[in-house]
């Protein structure tokens, strides 16, 4: 320490008065003439350089503790919530329908919004291996926005709670007699969508909006494609599903199916592994849809449990003997999605997947953007009517962001890129000019009183 530092602490000292004041019934100032007299006890005469590091090291006393660089422990509150979330905060009502069917008895399950008033029905179709609680986030985002629509969300069979009972003992094997061809999930979905009508007795059924994720977007396609709905079907919304890449991804199905884990110790660590994997971004969706996934299988009693984990838990439904389907699903999805009427759009997580045919078309659409740009305010009555009649014509938004499950990932985007979509193709908003020989019978009523 210099002469001139030291000088300077001996006078600040010298100006202290020699016992510090003590606060009545407060042992703080003792405390602190303590912890002063220790400081100033440590200040050496000597102004060697080893001196001077030795006071700088002595006014700082670390904290004795054997835990002072122990990984801090994280609160309740902290920790991510991996517990099931109930249906009843996304829908309103779900429903059993029982039909007879070639393969038995088959319960439908869906869930179920109503429409208010003239509101028009979102009716979502899942992927392989999910189920309709995949769309209940969404579901509530598309409430939100629209709060008048209704949404109409089935388990497709051998999906979540629907279920095919068999007249036949062999048939009851799992995956048996499993009849997933799009042919009959569209035949399921026209199915739900009548009974629905006849149940609350709608005498027309409101506008329609098909959503389908993957092969609900195959399911979807095929049933705007068919027709049966009429002109109810105001138009189809694909998620995350092309023909091009879908059949690329079925030669490595099989591998992905083989690495994910066959079963979980419980429901919660089934939600952990979906968003840890990214399978799912998003976990208030993964809660309340991972749990319609798995199926309650308790461990035998004769194993090991010593060697073998305890997987109480394992997937409801077989993706590997849905193999025989797959092409079926996707062959042709490119051109129906295009020819199908109504208004088409195409929801991705990237422009790579877009096939030959969905660049021509939307190269064809931009072209129709460009024509129409001039006469803004007759595109807003008639652009939806005249472009959705051309081939080709559909509506893209890319999500770079989000993952598989778009609609899981990010539901509040999802939600208002269909409420736009809607809005654009609701026939009953158009407002058409009024016709000339109107115009003229009032121009002549009002010069002839």
Do not use: C
Request: charged share 20%.
């Amino acid at each position: 320490m210099s002469d001139l530092q030291r000088s300077f602490i001996k006078a600040k000292l010298a100006s202290l008065p020699m016992e510090a004041p003590m606060l009545p019934g407060s042992m703080e100032g003792e405390e602190e003439l303590d912890a002063f007299t220790e400081l100033r006890s440590d200040i050496p005469d000597d102004d060697s350089s080893s001196a001077s590091s030795t006071s700088s090291t002595g006014t700082i006393r670390p904290i004795q503790s054997k835990e002072l660089f122990a990984r801090p422990q994280s609160t309740s509150a902290e920790r991510p919530a991996y517990e099931q979330l109930p249906w009843s905060n996304y829908f309103s009502q779900e429903l059993y329908i029982e039909r007879k069917t070639a393969d038995g008895l088959l319960t439908q399950h869906v869930y179920i919004t109503l429409p208010i008033s003239s509101g028009p029905l979102f009716v979502t179709h899942h992927g392989a291996g999910s189920s309709g609680l995949s769309f209940a986030a969404l579901a509530l985002e598309l409430r939100k926005a629209l709060p008048e629509a209704g949404v109409l969300s089935l388990d497709a069979r051998g999906h979540g709670g629907t279920v095919i009972h068999s007249d036949t003992a062999q048939g009851e094997e799992r995956g048996q007699r499993l009849d997933l061809s799009l042919r009959t999930l569209g035949n399921d979905m026209l199915d739900v969508i009548r009974h629905v009508q006849a149940k609350f007795e709608w005498a027309d059924l409101p506008g329609l909006i098909l959503v389908g994720h993957s092969l609900g977007g195959a399911v979807v396609t095929d049933v705007a494609k068919g027709g049966h709905l009429s002109d109810r079907v105001l138009g189809y919304a694909v998620l995350d599903v092309v023909e091009g890449s879908a059949i690329d991804a079925l030669q490595s199905m099989q591998t992905y199916l083989s690495t994910r884990p066959s079963g979980f110790p419980s429901i919660s660590s089934a939600i952990e592994w979906h968003i840890r994997s990214r399978t799912l971004r998003n976990l208030s969706s993964a809660r309340v849809s991972v749990p319609s996934l798995l199926l309650h299988t308790p461990f035998a009693s004769n194993t090991d449990s010593r060697s073998v984990p305890h997987r109480d838990w394992s997937w409801r439904t077989d993706l590997a003997a849905t193999q025989p389907f797959w092409e079926n699903w996707f062959i042709g999805l490119s051109k129906k999605f295009l020819e199908a009427k109504g208004g088409k759009l195409l929801l991705l997580a990237g422009t790579d997947r877009l096939d030959k045919d969905l660049m021509i078309g939307q190269m064809q659409g931009v072209f129709m953007d460009i024509a129409f740009a001039t006469l803004e305010s007759f595109r807003n009555t008639l652009k939806a009517d005249i472009s959705n009649s051309l081939t080709g014509r559909y509506q893209l938004q890319v999500f770079p962001e989000a993952g598989h499950f778009i609609h899981e990932d990010l539901p509040e985007r999802t939600a208002m890129i269909l409420v736009d979509f809607l809005r654009r193709n609701d026939r009953s908003a158009l407002v058409l000019p009024p016709k000339v020989g109107d115009i003229l019978k009032k121009k002549q009523h009002v010069s002839n009183p």
